[in-house]
T-cell receptor, first 113, second 116 residues
């Protein structure tokens, strides 16, 4: 079955600390992987995406993610978190030609001053 | 680039009435638009896929007669919640693909629907 798992429902980090949000997927074909961020009451903003090529992907706002096929993972990282990064983060998987995404349940990030 | 807007951003209606939500791609033509529903503190659930000029494809369990989708142009898709009931209260988000050969979706800001 196709699915996306974000094991951490909530994560709290101090401002300036590093961050890693986990995402594991199950997908029958070559996956296209995405990370989106959602601020309260807002839509989703694309942080980064992976289709092919270099497995370390750089995104906006200083985020990066690494695709590890052997572990079926696509974890999101940021070396130094800012208070404005507090939001909900969603990992999604899609496939070429399907144009449908499967979303994870999200990870809510809280940043302590 | 790739901006998607939704209108209204929030709406309150009485039970039994119908509500229309618009989704527009502002700076690109969207051959495909998607409608999602998000319950509080939950993930997004795809409701339907809308292709310009053709009937929408609904996901299993979504009532097509209750959630009417029209994609009349390359920049506009509408979702009409007919005979709304309190259980239809939710956050509705649309997204759009920027082209035929792209798998990236860009999302609108969402519409909060409250049915009294």
């Amino acid at each position: 079955a196709q699915s996306v798992t974000q094991p951490d429902i909530h994560i709290t980090v101090s401002e300036g600390a590093s961050l890693e949000l986990r995402c594991n997927y199950s997908y029958g074909a070559t996956p296209y992987l995405f990370w989106y961020v959602q601020s309260p009451g807002q839509g989703l903003q694309l942080l980064l995406k992976y289709f092919s090529g270099d497995t370390l992907v750089q995104g906006i706002k200083g985020f990066e993610a690494e695709f590890k096929r052997s572990q079926s993972s696509f974890n999101l990282r940021k070396p130094s978190v800012h208070w404005s990064d507090a939001a909900e983060y969603f990992c999604a998987v899609g496939g070429s030609g399907t144009y449908k995404y499967i979303f994870g349940t999200g990870t809510r990030l809280k940043v302590l001053a | 680039g790739a901006v998607v807007s939704q209108h209204p951003s929030w709406v309150i209606c009485k039970s039994g009435t119908s509500v229309k939500i618009e989704c527009r791609s502002l700076d690109f033509q969207a051959t495909t638009m998607f409608w999602y529903r998000q319950f509080p503190k939950q993930s997004l659930m795809l409701m339907a896929t809308s292709n310009e000029g053709s009937k929408a494809t609904y996901e299993q369990g979504v009532e097509k007669d209750k959630f009417l989708i029209n994609h009349a142009s390359l920049t506009l898709s509408t979702l009409t919640v007919t005979s709304a009931h309190p259980e239809d209260s939710s956050f509705y988000i649309c997204s759009a693909r920027t082209g035929l050969y792209t798998d990236t979706q860009y999302f609108g800001p969402g519409t909060r629907l409250t049915v009294l």
